[in-house]
């Protein structure tokens, strides 16, 4: 499984920005997908889940209510929706694919995912 992220950028704060994360696999819908990032001299953080249907999403509570997560199981790709950002929200972002044990199931752990992009670089000034 082979991940490839974009839509990062400079951005201010406030404004919005939306990430893509294209994944070249044959049963993507069997994946669940979920968004980390990371900041300088910081560990890599949960963001957002999704479950392979797409039915179930979870979101670290620093990001609950400005990021949407979704996902396009027929072009093979997940979106982060990231709204109102602010500072503190500048990282680099990864998405990140697992093989789910059910339509339902989606995952907040790093070691729990088995495959990672390359990460995009989201930048907010104040």
């Known amino acids: 499984v082979q991940l490839q992220a974009c839509g990062g950028g400079l951005v201010q704060a406030g404004g919005s920005l939306r990430l893509s994360c294209a994944a070249s696999?044959?049963?993507?819908?069997?994946?669940?997908m979920g968004w980390f990032r990371q900041a300088p001299g910081k560990e890599r953080e949960f963001v957002a889940a999704?479950?392979?249907?797409?039915?179930?999403?979870y979101y670290a509570d620093s990001v609950k209510g400005r990021f949407t997560n979704s996902r396009d199981n027929g072009k093979n790709t997940v979106f982060l929706q990231m709204n109102s950002l602010k500072p503190e929200d500048t990282a680099v972002y990864y998405c990140?694919?697992?093989?789910?044990?059910?339509?339902?199931?989606?995952?907040?752990?790093?070691?729990?995912?088995?495959?990672w992009g390359q990460g995009t670089l989201v930048t907010v000034s104040s």
């Open positions: 990140a694919a697992a093989v789910a044990s059910g339509g339902t199931y989606y995952y907040s752990a790093v070691g729990e995912y088995s495959y």
């Open positions: 999704i479950s392979w249907r797409g039915s179930n999403k």
């Open positions: 696999v044959l049963t993507f819908s069997r994946y669940a």
